[in-house]
């Protein structure tokens, strides 16, 4: 059993062995989190170099997280089928290699495909974590281990778009991709020696490639009409037909999964009010987190001409007070409910986003900045309480299947915020400009342009406030 391993590893290693897992863990999520967030600083520099449009070139962050989405429920069986060192080695392997190319690529097709091939190996590696710290930390201390965990992970967002931009200005936009390599490198050496192998003694059950393909189609068809709808409408017949495979697919996952003995996504995790009250907050907090750091750097590079460098830098307090936020939450989450702890950090992202609905091309640096400040406050609030909330209802065997469900809503939230707020912005954007006479003008500093953004942030801050409504519901008990 997996057990045994992990007090095999113990009695090599001592106490600080949790420790070490855990750290090794973290240099491979934080290169996850690193690939996700920083090359959004460099979109407009992208779409310069292959002539896309928003609409195409958001496939870059929409792609990643939607493969993300989909390989996430898969870790359970990988890690079942070939232990955690095997799984971890071989993603981040693949990821690297995925990067190399990106970084190399001279079409944007392939370019959108790397990011694809990494977001999905993304989604092996980031549950990883997850089940490792419950594995070696009892649950007294796992408020705790979350959030000092999330501190290496958050740094990411925080360090990457202000290094990305200076990158991208004094180097190349392709150097972004080869960033997280030395990370996933220095996680390679330290794998062999500090996570766990795969009992000898476990049973090798069959993949759900029913279950993933019905996902897939499920995921690519609905963003994708998404992303359509609003150059043919609503009611054409390719969003229609779009919205339908997606429909059937979606009812095809229940059915297929519902009862099955090795499901991809065990549908009995949801039978938890916490686990599913907190999936709801989970999916509004990838839709949040994602769409926020999708929207700012084009925003203030494309209406207040920032240079990829000022939008990095413009990122840096929100990010280094989310890493500083983070640890402390899990401090908080061992010592009081859960409840009031989500439900602030909800109201501050909820309040930084209607904010940003005061911004204009002449905003100052510092004012957007602690308005980004607040919001991200806020996630750090959220996320320990959250993961620990949702985990705590669930029995022993069904904690890896929530620990996938759990980190696959938020990443789904984040694929489908990109998406539709990419859409929703060049969608209001078009109305707004050809109410005024503008339409095709291209003036970046238009009015239209900026009452775009702020449709767009307010929508961020309805979903905010509706999530708070499942926050409210779970239990108020502590963990």
């Known amino acids: 059993m997996t ?30 989190v690193l690939a996700t967030t920083v090359v959004n600083v460099a979109i407009p520099h992208i779409m310069a170099a292959f002539a896309l449009s928003q609409d195409t070139v958001q496939w870059l962050s929409t792609g990643f997280l939607a493969a993300m989405s989909a390989t996430m429920l898969a870790t359970t069986w990988c890690v079942q089928r070939f232990g955690q060192r095997a799984t971890y080695v071989s993603a981040l392997t693949a990821f690297v290699a995925a990067a190399i190319a990106g970084g190399l690529a001279t079409r944007a097709d392939l370019l959108i495909a790397s990011r694809v091939l990494q977001g999905a190996c993304a989604g092996i590696i980031q549950p990883l974590a997850m089940i490792t710290i419950f594995s070696v930390f009892p649950a007294e201390q796992r408020g705790r281990a979350m959030g000092i965990y999330g501190l290496g992970v958050v740094l990411a967002p925080a360090l990457g778009p202000p290094l990305g931009g200076w990158l991208v200005d004094h180097l190349s936009w392709r150097v972004l991709f080869f960033l997280p390599a030395p990370f996933c490198l220095t996680a390679l050496a330290l794998a062999p020696w500090f996570i766990v192998g795969r009992p000898a003694t476990d049973e090798r059950r069959a993949f759900d490639w029913g279950g993933l393909v019905f996902l897939a189609v499920f995921i690519g068809c609905l963003l994708y009409a998404f992303n359509l709808s609003h150059r043919v409408g609503w009611f054409a017949w390719q969003t229609i037909v779009l919205l339908g495979i997606a429909g059937a697919a979606s009812a095809a996952f229940v059915w297929w999964e519902h009862g099955r003995r090795h499901a991809m996504l065990d549908l009995g995790v949801f039978q938890s009010p916490q686990f599913t009250a907190a999936s709801l907050v989970a999916f509004a907090y990838g839709l949040g987190l994602y769409g926020s750091t999708y929207l700012v750097p084009l925003l203030v590079q494309t209406v207040a001409r920032y240079s990829a460098s000022d939008a990095g830098a413009l990122l840096l307090p929100a990010g280094l007070a989310l890493a500083v936020t983070v640890p402390v939450a899990g401090w908080l989450t061992d010592r009081i409910p859960a409840r009031p702890v989500i439900v602030s950090g909800l109201l501050l992202f909820c309040l930084s986003s209607l904010l940003f609905l005061r911004f204009h091309p002449g905003t100052g640096f510092w004012a957007l900045a602690i308005w980004l400040l607040i919001g991200r406050v806020g996630l750090g609030l959220i996320i320990p309480a959250l993961n620990a909330r949702a985990m705590h209802g669930l029995s022993a065997q ?15 939230g984040g694929a489908f915020g990109v998406n539709l707020l990419a859409t929703f912005l060049e969608w209001r954007t078009l109305v707004h400009e050809r109410a005024a006479g503008l339409a095709g003008s291209a003036m970046l500093l238009s009015p239209q342009r900026v009452a775009a953004f702020h449709e767009s942030f307010l929508v961020v801050a309805g979903v905010f406030a509706l999530a708070i409504v499942p926050a409210w519901r779970m239990a108020s008990d502590r963990r």
């Open 398 to 412: 069904h904690v890896g299947q929530g620990s996938s469900a759990i980190n696959f809503i938020r990443q789904l």
């Open 3 to 32: 057990a045994e391993l992990v007090d095999a590893a113990f009695t090599r290693h001592g106490p600080a062995y949790r420790w070490y897992a855990t750290a090794t863990m973290m240099l491979g999520t934080f290169s996850m």
